[in-house]
């Protein structure tokens, strides 16, 4: 039986497996610490009966008043364990600490427009498409900001779309 539990700084010595897929970004272990040492709760692993990282997640709180939510900074699963639901668990993790935890309104994510297995699967999640970021990867490829409501939002409008895209730098947070 796989097991989920809170990131550890020994993980980012095992988790390569899973990192290394084209459409994973990979950050510095900085990066990662950062993450680690500010939000625990949002940085989980997905470890199989062996203990080989089957995936991970993580995230942040961030934003003021009806913008206060959870946001998906990396959420993936290594290739052999793909369309076995570790994607969903991690990420219904991750939606229940920003109700529970964080009391927020929604839960946002960023993916390339590319990416249409990711955005089918976000959309199985609940996820629905709030705003095309133009050249938010690298300056090279749009991203979609994918937005979920939670509970507080009772008007859902968090999640209702802009008729426009913006630039990276008029993003809120």
Not at 1 to 26: A, G, I, P, W
Not at 60 to 70: D, F
Not at 72 to 96: F, H, I, W
Request: proline residues 5%; negative net charge; hydrophobic residues 40%.
């Amino acid at each position: 039986m796989s097991t989920t539990r809170r990131f550890r700084c020994d993980d980012l010595l095992k988790f390569n497996n899973v990192n290394l897929d084209v459409l994973t970004e990979t950050y510095n272990m900085p990066f990662y610490l950062q993450y680690l040492t500010t939000w625990p709760e949002y940085f989980l692993i997905k470890e199989s009966p062996d203990g080989t990282p089957m995936g991970y997640i993580m995230g942040k709180a961030e934003g003021q008043k009806e913008l206060w939510h959870g946001h998906v900074t990396a959420v993936t699963v290594a290739p052999e364990y793909r369309r076995l639901g570790v994607a969903k668990q991690l990420m219904d993790s991750l939606e229940t600490v920003s109700e529970n935890v964080y009391n927020a309104f929604f839960v946002d994510l960023f993916v390339r427009v590319s990416n249409t297995l990711a955005i089918n699967m976000y959309n199985a999640f609940g996820y629905s498409v709030y705003r095309r970021v133009l050249g938010y990867y690298s300056g090279e490829e749009d991203a979609f900001d994918m937005r979920k409501a939670l509970p507080r939002d009772t008007d859902k409008k968090s999640v209702v779309p802009l008729s426009h895209p913006i630039m990276p730098e008029d993003l809120e947070w």
